[in-house]
C-alpha cells in the first residue's frame, strides 16, 4: 500500500524534509508559547510520529531552541524559518501545518483555547488544555 508522502522546507528553503503517511492528529494551538514562536494568534499544527519524518537536505543548517522540556523547536540558522517541534514526552513531532506542500490540512480540535486571543467559532472542539490522553485535564470549553 502506498503512503502519501509530503514535501516541506523552511522559509529560505536551505532545510527540506518529507513527512510520510497521515498525521496522528491535526488542530489549532492557543497556547501562548506557540503564538509567540509562530507570531500569530494560534498556530496550525500537524502531530506525527517521529519515524515519518526525514531531512533530506540542510540537516546541519537545524538548529534547536528549548523553553521547556516538553518541546524542542526546529529552526533554520540561516532564515530563522520555524520547521517543526519536537515533543518527546509524546513521541510526536509536531510539523507546522502551512509548511507542508499539497497537504489538505483538516483540524480536528483547538487545543489551550482557554489562552486564545483570538477565538474562532467553527464548532470543532475546544479544550481547556490537552486531552487527557496527552496528560491534559481533557476539561472542553465553549466557543
Avoid at 509530503?6 to 497556547?31: I, L, N, Q, R, S
Avoid at 528549548?66 to 518527546?88: A, L, M, V
Avoid at 464548532?123 to 487527557?132: H, I, N
Wanted: glycine share 10%.
Amino acid at each position: 500500500m502506498d503512503q502519501k508522502v509530503y514535501k516541506g522546507h523552511c522559509f529560505c528553503g536551505a532545510v527540506e524534509f518529507t513527512v510520510t503517511g497521515e498525521p496522528d492528529a491535526m488542530g489549532y494551538c492557543h497556547c501562548e508559547s506557540c503564538r509567540h514562536w509562530s507570531a500569530g494568534p494560534v498556530n496550525a499544527f500537524t502531530l506525527w510520529k517521529p519515524t515519518a519524518m526525514q531531512i533530506t537536505r540542510g540537516a546541519e543548517n537545524i538548529d534547536t531552541y528549548n523553553k521547556t522540556p516538553q518541546s524542542s523547536r526546529k529552526w533554520c540558522k540561516t532564515c530563522g524559518g520555524h520547521i517543526y517541534s519536537e515533543h518527546p514526552g509524546w513521541n510526536l513531532i509536531d510539523v507546522f501545518a502551512p509548511i507542508l506542500q499539497n497537504f489538505s490540512f483538516q483540524p480536528a480540535i483547538h487545543v489551550h483555547y482557554q489562552e486564545s486571543v483570538l477565538r474562532i467559532a467553527d464548532g470543532l472542539p475546544k479544550m481547556k488544555d490537552v486531552p487527557k490522553e496527552m496528560g491534559g485535564s481533557g476539561i472542553s470549553i465553549a466557543e
